[in-house]
């Protein structure tokens, strides 16, 4: 859709490792969620934490609060596979 064009864009132009670029993709996810898509929710998480952490650190809030969001968005994947029986 257009804002997943749009943060694509950003990605090219401020860079993977950018911090804004992180903040930007942590609120994709939380869209994302909102829109019942909590695989990609999940994935989108996964990898702005890896980099997040490689990044600015274990201890960085920004690092923090992406991996707070992403236990929240497994544990909400985890009850949609419980709920469905699909794994």
């Known amino acids: 859709d257009e ?3 749009e943060g ?3 990605v090219v132009g401020l860079g993977e490792s950018n ?3 992180l903040k930007m993709r942590k609120m994709l996810a939380i869209a994302l969620l ?3 898509d909590v695989r990609e929710a999940v ?3 996964e990898d702005a934490g ?3 952490r490689r990044v600015l650190g274990g201890t960085h809030p920004l690092t923090k609060n992406i ?3 992403l236990r929240k968005a497994r544990a909400a994947l985890r009850a949609r596979e419980a ?3 699909s794994a």
């Open 3 to 5: 804002a997943a064009r």
């Open 8 to 10: 694509e864009r950003a």
């Open 19 to 21: 911090e804004l670029t």
């Open 34 to 36: 909102a829109d019942a």
């Open 43 to 45: 994935t989108t998480l």
């Open 50 to 52: 890896r980099t997040a």
């Open 67 to 69: 991996e707070g969001t």
């Open 83 to 85: 709920s469905t029986g």
